[in-house]
């Protein structure tokens, strides 16, 4: 359970991150996403989920994957911005 809950801690950071990329419909549609995740987290942590609440878990593993996804678009702009610099630099040089 305490990988579920770094990945919960990461994930929820991620919309702020994504804002400031300029991806903010992505981070948007994530907020959803996380709220569903950390309720679902701490009603198995507190009470339990019964059977009949499977759909949580679908819920929390949906924003791990939309995570993965937003944190995966995060560093591939990290990258073509730093490899811009790169190259606005050794241009001037």
Partial sequence: MDILLIFLL???????????????????????FILGAWYTFIKFVSVGIAPHESYLWIL???????????????LLEMRKSLKARQGFVQHNN
């Fill in 10 to 32: 990461i994930f929820s950071f991620t919309p702020f991150l994504l804002w400031g990329d300029n991806w903010k419909k992505t981070a948007l549609f994530q907020i959803p």
């Fill in 60 to 74: 929390f593993f949906a924003n791990l994957v939309y995570g993965h996804i937003a944190f995966t678009i995060m």
